[in-house]
T-cell receptor, first 114, second 112 residues
Framework: GAGVSQSPSNKVTEKGKDVELRCDPISGHTALYWYRQSLGQGLEFLIYFQGNSAPDKSGLPSDRFSAERTGGSVSTLTIQRTQQEDSAVYLC????????????FGQGTRLTVV | SQQGEEDPQALSIQEGENATMNCSYKTSINNLQWYRQNSGRGLVHLILIRSNEREKHSGRLRVTLDTSKKSSSLLITASRAADTASYFCATVKETSGSRLTFGEGTQLTVNP
């Protein structure tokens, strides 16, 4: 596809369950970002990939959160033992790996933990 | 406080008026970007201004950057109802490569 694709669009899960969120970036984009956005708030940085490595994972809120990227393409954000405070929209973005370039965002996954 | 803080938090204007949103940041930056978000989902890039630039235009958008004050402004001229959205500034620090750090955003409402 031409843009960043995220799946699922919406996910409702029970507290304590694990969830996996997927991001398919634009082909050729080496940089990939995950953000979290609570209702009416700004974007909270989670993790940043350059290729398959994550030089900056400082935003992951706890060890229940992990992310991986394989083949320099698709990335998966995993949340283990979900809590109600994990409910948010999870946004993925990708960009070329060079200075002064814009990021392209997917439409996000709305996660609701009940 | 977060890098990239916008003010006002909310702005309501009439169609045809100009809208000005401000952004302040704390550290040295490589560039500053403005994004728009409709309905709380994906963000769309509007404009990027480099640290050595002071002003940039794109259609009805005008962005200024004052690195001495660590601030930027986004001006939307002749606003339209379709401009109603949340607007975010994002900074790329000199030391952090391509990581984008976003502020809390300004909710703009343009009344017809």
């Amino acid at each position: 596809g031409a843009g960043v694709s995220q799946s699922p669009s919406n996910k409702v899960t029970e507290k304590g369950k694990d969830v996996e969120l997927r991001c398919d970036p634009i082909s050729g984009h080496t940089a990939l970002y995950w953000y979290r956005q609570s209702l009416g708030q700004g974007l909270e940085f989670l993790i940043y990939f350059q290729g398959n490595s994550a030089p900056d994972k400082s935003g992951l809120p706890s060890d229940r959160f992990s992310a991986e990227r394989t083949g320099g393409s698709v990335s998966t954000l995993t949340i283990q033992r979900t809590q109600q405070e994990d409910s948010a929209v999870y946004l993925c973005a990708s960009s070329l790996l060079r200075a002064n370039t814009e990021a392209f965002f997917g439409q996000g996954t709305r996660l609701t933990v009940v | 406080s977060q890098q990239g803080e916008e003010d006002p938090q909310a702005l309501s204007i009439q169609e045809g008026e100009n809208a000005t949103m401000n952004c302040s940041y704390k550290t040295s930056i490589n560039n500053l970007q403005w994004y728009r978000q409709n309905s709380g989902r994906g963000l769309v890039h509007l404009i990027l201004i480099r640290s050595n630039e002071r002003e940039k235009h794109s259609g009805r958008l005008r962005v200024t950057l004052d690195t001495s004050k660590k601030s930027s402004s986004l001006l939307i001229t002749a606003s339209r109802a379709a401009d109603t959205a949340s607007y975010f500034c994002a900074t790329v620090k000199e030391t952090s490569g391509s990581r984008l750090t976003f502020g809390e955003g300004t909710q703009l409402t343009v009344n017809p």
